[in-house]
Structure formats: C-alpha cells, structure tokens
C-alpha cells in the first residue's frame, strides 16, 4: 500500500495531499520526480532517512518544527536545493516497509510528508533496518551536478543480519556522499558521518524534545555551511572537498 493511500483518511480539510511515495524501484521514481531543467546554480539534493518505529514520534515531530530552517538555510547561501524523505523500521517484523518521497523543491511538501509519514512497528526486537534505508536512499534520482547529502535520524542499532555498515559507509563515499547522523553512540554511525564529511549527533530514546530542536537548528546549519564549503573548496566535489580538507580524527 503506498504512503498516499494509507494516509488520505487522515488528511486534513484544504491541505494538498503529500507527494507520490513508493516502495518499488528507481524506475518507479523517475516518472515523479521534477524537472531537471529547473535547477539553477549551485545545487543541492537532500535526502532524510528516518526511524519511524514508535520511540521516534517526537524526533519526528521536531523535524517537522524545524525543517524550514533547512530550507531558510539553503536559501541564505543561494543554494538550490530539493528535499526527498525515506522512512524505515524493521524489515524482520511483518508489516514495517521501507518508503520514499519524491524530491521536491517545496518546503510545505515536506512538512506536509513529514506529517503524514508512514509509521512502522519496529517489533520489541534491538536494531532497524536503517542500513536497507540509506541503501534506498542511494537509489534515488539526484541531479548528477548537486551535492548529495544524507541525514539519518534513529535511536536504534542497525541490523547487519544481511547489509554490513562497513560496505555501506563505503558505498557512500563511492557516491560522493555528504552524510549527517543522529543517533546511539555506535561506532559505525559516527564513522559513517566522519569518513563522509558530515557530523554525528547523539540521539536517544530518551532524548527531551528542547534538546531536540536545539539539535535539529544546529544541524540545518551545519549541513547548509559544508554543503557551501564543498562548492567553494571542492568545486562541488565531495571528494575534492575531502582531499583538500580531511575529516578530523
């Protein structure tokens, strides 16, 4: 069942309903997506990858409060920027899916999404399939001359029963990938960010909402500056931003 099917129910009087969501292949999107031809200058694509198991509501709801920031951020440094959403939970428990949005260039369409996002189980087991999530993530349509940038969001573990967060954190630099990560403490989610030019935040299942926000403003800002940083040292290269400006150890 798509995103937009199971959520017109719950939609509000007068509100737009959310952009096409599917979970099939890149095939399926690329008769969605915008026209290329509308971007213009320095770009960039971004792509949320979030936890929507039942302890994420409130990280969800502080996206949603502050993902204009990302946009107004965006804009400040004339960056042209698109917005896609992809959601997980445990692809183990019966029922949880892994599904996307569309990009799109409308910060409403986002929040509209974001409200209306599918919800998973996540089942009473530890780890999510956040994993299988970037691996969709990689698989959508972004402008071949934008800057590609991931933010993962969860407060779980990765199940590694059948993708590996080495090959992944691998598979993104290969992408010239500019990741972002909330989440545990685990080793391979602040080396996913670190090894890609991005930050690690440190999330919970017991993180307070105002810390929440306060994170989420921080990372709108940090993700619109080395995108930036990657056009004006890397000449929109993530690879040559990196090599001419390695992560800190």
Known sequence: MSWLKRLNIFARPG??????????????????????GTATGRGVDLVFVIDTTGSMSDKIEGLLETCSRFADDFNALHLNHRIAIVSFGDLRVPGDKIQNTAFTSQVEVTKQSLRHIPRNSGGGNEGESSLEALARALSLPFRPDAVKTIVLITDEPADQHHLHAGDLIGRLTEREMLVFVASPPHDYFKQMAQRNGGKWYKISAQTRFNDLLNLFRDLARKVSQVVFDVYQVGDGSVANYLRLKPPEK
Not at 24 to 34: A, F, Q, T
């Open 15 to 36: 509100e737009p309903p959310p952009p096409k969501i599917t979970s099939g292949h890149v095939d399926d999107l690329e008769i969605r997506r915008e026209s290329l």
